[in-house]
């Protein structure tokens, strides 16, 4: 498998996962990983 070789498509491909959830798993996700106090 090859990655990202460059910044930008390093980012590219974040957009592209983060497109894959919405907003509301990121949440639960980040909040269950203790990155979210409260």
Request: glycine residues 10%; charged residues 15%; contains cysteine.
Given at each position: ?38
């Amino acid at each position: 498998k090859m990655g990202a070789r460059t910044f930008s498509d390093l980012f590219k491909a974040l957009g592209d996962i983060c497109n894959m959830f919405s907003p509301q798993e990121c949440w639960n996700y980040f909040h269950a990983a203790g990155y979210v106090l409260g």
